[in-house]
């Protein structure tokens, strides 16, 4: 029969390491995926014809706010002049 005891500290190791790293790599991928959003919502605005000024300002405006009142400085949706990727 063979001995485990060399298996069992290996595991133990490679799971005291592995959890950091996958935290690390996580939080990563989710900074990653916001940045995405961020680029995909300044072109749609920018498609929507939205000046510089009003697109800092709907990014600057927090997103976690809860509040059912409207924004008194963001301006309201534009309808898209063109679409904006073309086949």
Same mark, same amino acid.
């Given at each position: $029969?063979?001995?485990?005891? *060399? /298996?069992?500290g ?5 799971m %005291? /390491?592995? %959890?950091? $790293?996958v935290? %690390?790599?996580? !939080?990563?991928?989710?900074e #990653?995926f ?6 995909? &919502?300044?072109?749609? $605005?920018?498609?929507?014809g939205?000046?510089? #000024? ?6 600057? +405006?927090?997103g976690? !706010?809860r !509040?059912k009142?409207a &924004?008194?400085?963001v *301006? *309201? +949706? ?5 679409? %904006?990727y073309?086949p």
């Open positions: $029969m063979r001995e485990i005891g *060399p /298996f069992i290996l595991v133990a190791v490679v %005291i /390491f592995s %959890i950091p $790293m935290a %690390i790599i996580s !939080s990563v991928c989710a #990653a916001k940045a995405w959003l961020e680029i995909a &919502l300044k072109r749609d $605005m920018v498609a929507r939205y000046t510089a #000024a009003e697109i800092t300002e709907v990014l600057r +405006a927090k976690d !706010s !509040s009142t &924004l008194p400085n *301006p *309201p +949706a534009k309808p898209i002049k063109q679409p %904006i073309s």
